[in-house]
């Protein structure tokens, strides 16, 4: 690995913390700070979607509901190849009742496989898939309540 690779991966490391504090501050016009506007995803809530409206959307759906949330990221790895790189980090969100600080919580834990590029702007997620492995709690702490179902 040389220089210019440890460089990007620092770089790419950022940028996954910079995305955690934009979804725990509900900075939703930060996210381009992370993402490219042609992003591709699958957040797991049925299938791809694509572009940076449909991301905030997504982002807006489930964490304008609830109150307090941390997102902490970890256990991350990073293959950069040139102006490409592949990241893989666990995930574990916690989220808290909006009007009820005492009240149930709702955990998800799993793993963000992000593929990036190297823009004009810096490094920025071109594809994101998340894969859950375990939620727990009570999901009503992000959901309106015609998501219930």
Same mark, same amino acid.
């Given at each position: 690995?040389?220089?210019?690779?440890?460089?990007?991966?620092?770089?790419?490391?950022?940028?996954?913390?910079?995305? &955690?504090?934009?979804? +725990?501050?509900?900075? @939703? /016009?930060?996210?381009?700070?992370?993402? *490219?506007?042609?992003? &591709?995803? +699958?957040y797991g809530a049925?299938?791809?979607?694509?572009? #940076?409206?449909a991301l905030r959307?997504?982002?807006?759906?489930?964490?304008?509901?609830?109150?307090?949330?941390?997102?902490l990221l970890g256990?991350? #790895?990073? /293959?950069?190849? $040139?102006?490409? &790189?592949?990241?893989?980090?666990?995930?574990? *969100?916690?989220?808290?009742?909006?009007?009820?600080?005492?009240?149930?919580?709702? +955990?998800?834990?799993?793993?963000?496989?992000?593929? @990036?590029?190297?823009?004009?702007? $810096? @490094?920025?997620?071109?594809?994101?898939?998340?894969? @859950? !492995?375990?939620?727990? $709690?009570?999901? &009503?702490?992000? #959901? !309106?309540?015609?998501?219930? $179902?």
């Amino acid at each position: 690995m040389d220089f210019q690779q440890l460089c990007d991966e620092r770089e790419i490391h950022r940028g996954l913390a910079i995305f &955690a504090r934009i979804l +725990d501050n509900k900075a @939703w /016009d930060r996210l381009g700070e992370v993402f *490219a506007e042609d992003i &591709a995803f +699958d957040y797991g809530a049925g299938g791809e979607q694509r572009g #940076m409206a449909a991301l905030r959307a997504n982002m807006q759906r489930f964490l304008d509901q609830c109150g307090p949330s941390q997102h902490l990221l970890g256990s991350i #790895m990073v /293959d950069v190849e $040139g102006d490409k &790189a592949t990241s893989r980090a666990y995930v574990q *969100a916690r989220h808290q009742r909006a009007d009820d600080p005492a009240g149930a919580i709702f +955990d998800s834990c799993g793993e963000y496989v992000d593929r @990036w590029e190297r823009r004009q702007e $810096g @490094w920025r997620i071109v594809r994101r898939d998340a894969i @859950w !492995a375990i939620h727990s $709690g009570d999901p &009503a702490v992000i #959901m !309106a309540q015609d998501q219930l $179902g």
